[in-house]
Every structure is written in structure tokens, then in C-alpha cells.
């Protein structure tokens, strides 16, 4: 396997192109990124994970495909992590200056997702990074819709008052083994996603659906 390759840690699932129009099975991907601050137009990427979600519309199940997952660390040659970052989400600088050149990663980012819609929590922030770093290194926005998994959480649960994703991953008994570093808080993320799915599943039959029920949480003053 060469260089570039033994950089991402990636499982293929067989999902191949993105199913047709219609089809009642759907592939979905959670996203989760780890960064050098909490500002999206100028801090760094360091890290990005996604695992794959197949949803069968028919049989209203939501399934976390384990052995459809990514994960990259990005090269940072300036302006790595502070010791006070870098003792948040685990990533070193000695992994950080080994990491994939950012193009290459968002690259394989980018071929992993393919068309998929991205779930995230508190998803403007990572759709602005990974939006921003992709127009700077592969000259393009990336086209996916993204829907917020908190917005998701505040329609279907009125009376629970979370907020953050440690919040919420209380609230439903989520245990992280590694808070803070993409690939764990991406799977974290596809749990919750799956202790709030019942209540999802009666309001959609579609993607569409889904979008139009994470919008409503503008009016619950949240």
C-alpha cells in the first residue's frame, strides 16, 4: 500500500455509487472534525472521520454500517495545536507534521462520501471547515446537503433541555470511549442519531423529510 493510502484508515462497505433516486435504501454519512480552534474561517483542520448510515425507508431502519468508515489526520506544517488543543482531541504534533497533505485528504474525503447527505452536530461548523479547506485545495465546494443533529435531537425531544453533544450522549446513556477524537465522536454521533431515529421515523419517508423536520426547530425559540 503506498504512502498516501496508509494515511487514511478507511472500510470500504460495498456501497459503490450512491442508490438510485427512489430507492428505498438510503446511504447517509455522519461527519465529525477535530481543528486547532473553534473558528471556522481561519483555525486548522486537523482531522476529519465519517461512517456510513444505511437507511431503508420501507422497513423504517436506521443502521450504522460499521465497515463503511473513514478517518484521516491532515498535515500541518504551520500553526499546529497549542498544548491546551492538542491535550483535547489527542492529535500530536509529530502526527500532525506526519499527517496526509490536506488536497489528498480531502480528496479521499470527498471520494468516500461521494453524494451522500452529511449529518453532524452542530454540522455549520464542520460544513463551513471542510467547505472553506475544499475550495482552497481541490478548487470546489463539496455539493453535499448537510442536516445539524442537534436541531434533529431539540424537534423530537421538546422536553429535554441538552444542548451540547455531551448533553444529549448523557441524557441517552452514549458512553464515548475517546470524547474528542473524530472517529469516536462520529460514532457517538451515529448512536444518538439511533436513540432519536423512532421518533424520526414516523414524520419521514425521505431525505427531504428529514431536512424539512431539522427546520422546524426554529420555531421552538431554541
Same mark, same amino acid.
Request: net charge negative; glycine share 10%; charged share 20%.
Given at each position: 500500500?503506498?504512502?498516501?493510502?496508509?494515511?487514511?484508515?478507511?472500510?470500504?462497505?460495498?456501497?459503490?455509487?450512491?442508490?438510485?433516486?427512489?430507492?428505498?435504501?438510503?446511504?447517509?454519512?455522519?461527519?465529525?472534525? /477535530?481543528?486547532?480552534g473553534?473558528?471556522?474561517?481561519?483555525?486548522?483542520l486537523?482531522?476529519?472521520?465519517?461512517?456510513?448510515?444505511?437507511?431503508?425507508? *420501507? @422497513?423504517?431502519?436506521?443502521?450504522?454500517?460499521?465497515g463503511?468508515?473513514?478517518?484521516?489526520?491532515?498535515?500541518?506544517?504551520?500553526?499546529?495545536?497549542?498544548?491546551?488543543?492538542?491535550?483535547?482531541?489527542?492529535?500530536?504534533?509529530?502526527?500532525? @507534521?506526519?499527517?496526509?497533505?490536506?488536497?489528498?485528504? %480531502?480528496?479521499a =474525503?470527498?471520494?468516500?462520501?461521494?453524494?451522500?447527505?452529511? %449529518?453532524a452536530?452542530?454540522?455549520?461548523?464542520?460544513?463551513?471547515?471542510l467547505? *472553506?479547506?475544499?475550495?482552497?485545495?481541490?478548487? +470546489?465546494r %463539496?455539493?453535499?446537503?448537510?442536516?445539524?443533529?442537534?436541531?434533529?435531537?431539540?424537534?423530537t425531544n /421538546?422536553?429535554?433541555?441538552?444542548?451540547?453533544?455531551d448533553?444529549?450522549?448523557?441524557? =441517552?446513556?452514549?458512553?464515548?470511549?475517546?470524547?474528542?477524537?473524530?472517529?469516536?465522536?462520529?460514532?457517538? /454521533?451515529? /448512536?444518538?442519531?439511533?436513540?432519536?431515529?423512532? *421518533?424520526?421515523?414516523?414524520?419521514?419517508? *425521505?431525505? @427531504?423529510?428529514?431536512?424539512?423536520?431539522?427546520?422546524? +426547530?426554529?420555531?421552538?425559540?431554541?
Amino acid at each position: 500500500m503506498s504512502g498516501v493510502l496508509d494515511q487514511v484508515r478507511s472500510w470500504w462497505g460495498g456501497h459503490g455509487a450512491a442508490p438510485a433516486q427512489g430507492t428505498p435504501v438510503e446511504r447517509w454519512v455522519v461527519v465529525d472534525v /477535530e481543528t486547532s480552534g473553534l473558528d471556522a474561517s481561519s483555525d486548522h483542520l486537523l482531522a476529519v472521520a465519517a461512517l456510513g448510515l444505511s437507511v431503508d425507508w *420501507r @422497513r423504517q431502519c436506521l443502521d450504522i454500517v460499521l465497515g463503511d468508515s473513514f478517518e484521516v489526520v491532515l498535515q500541518q506544517q504551520e500553526g499546529r495545536s497549542d498544548h491546551d488543543n492538542i491535550l483535547l482531541h489527542g492529535i500530536g504534533e509529530q502526527q500532525q @507534521r506526519d499527517g496526509m497533505a490536506p488536497g489528498p485528504a %480531502l480528496q479521499a =474525503f470527498a471520494d468516500f462520501i461521494q453524494s451522500a447527505p452529511l %449529518l453532524a452536530f452542530h454540522s455549520a461548523f464542520d460544513a463551513s471547515m471542510l467547505g *472553506r479547506l475544499s475550495e482552497q485545495h481541490l478548487g +470546489r465546494r %463539496l455539493p453535499n446537503e448537510w442536516v445539524d443533529i442537534a436541531d434533529l435531537c431539540a424537534v423530537t425531544n /421538546e422536553g429535554v433541555h441538552a444542548r451540547s453533544l455531551d448533553e444529549w450522549m448523557a441524557h =441517552f446513556g452514549i458512553h464515548c470511549l475517546a470524547r474528542h477524537q473524530a472517529s469516536a465522536d462520529a460514532l457517538a /454521533e451515529g /448512536e444518538l442519531l439511533l436513540q432519536i431515529w423512532p *421518533r424520526i421515523a414516523p414524520q419521514c419517508a *425521505r431525505w @427531504r423529510d428529514v431536512v424539512a423536520l431539522a427546520g422546524h +426547530r426554529r420555531w421552538l425559540g431554541a
